[in-house]
């Protein structure tokens, strides 16, 4: 779980909150999916 909040925390290091914003919302679902499974094999 902490190797899981490392990676949210460097992904949101390496945008501002406003290119968050810019990002088209299915890529975003696609990264947190992403992330559930990273989560989920770790």
């Known amino acids: 779980m902490r190797d899981y909040k490392k990676i ?3 992904l ?3 945008h501002s909150e406003e290119e968050w914003f810019e ?5 975003l679902i696609t990264l947190l999916a992403r992330m559930i ?3 989920t094999i770790l």
């Open 37 to 39: 499974q990273i989560k």
């Open 12 to 14: 949101l290091d390496h």
């Open 23 to 27: 990002w088209p919302e299915q890529e």
């Open 8 to 10: 949210v925390k460097s």
